[in-house]
Nanobody, 126 residues
Framework: RVNLVESGGGSVQAGGSLRLSCAAS????????MAWFRQVPGKEREGVAR????????NYADSVKGRFTISQDNAKNTLYLQMNSLKPEDTAMYYC???????????????????WGQGTQVTVSS
């Protein structure tokens, strides 16, 4: 399996920045992609950004384009999410996820990844 541990969440004022990290271990060599998702109580889980492990190709939710950047350091098996110009509506529990299946990676917005971290809370105040 793939083990995922997130860090970097916290509270920030609107307009500020946070950088989330996700350390991966276990079956990392066969991983096809990693992604960030978020969820607010009472709402469906939402795909935020995805990156393909081998070629680095990225995709973003429309709501975060131009503000968030997903990146990875494959030598360190670490995923990052740089979040700039944060808005109160970005407040959510953020989850790191990974999958070994290329098709599920391409259909990442379905949020059906096999492996998930414990989540880290991001709170943005007005």
């Amino acid at each position: 399996r793939v083990n995922l541990v997130e860090s970097g969440g916290g509270s920030v004022q609107a307009g500020g920045s946070l950088r989330l990290s996700c350390a991966a271990s276990g079956e990392t060599t066969s991983r096809a992609c990693m992604a960030w998702f978020r969820q607010v109580p009472g709402k469906e889980r939402e795909g935020v950004a995805r990156i393909m492990t081998r070629n680095g190709g990225t995709n973003y939710a429309d709501s975060v384009k131009g503000r968030f950047t997903i990146s990875q350091d494959n030598a360190k098996n670490t995923l990052y999410l740089q979040m700039n110009s944060l808005k109160p509506e970005d407040t959510a529990m953020y989850y790191c996820a990974a999958d070994l299946n290329q098709l599920r990676c391409l259909r990442w917005r379905d949020t059906t990844f096999d492996y998930w971290g414990q989540g880290t809370q991001v709170t943005v105040s007005s």
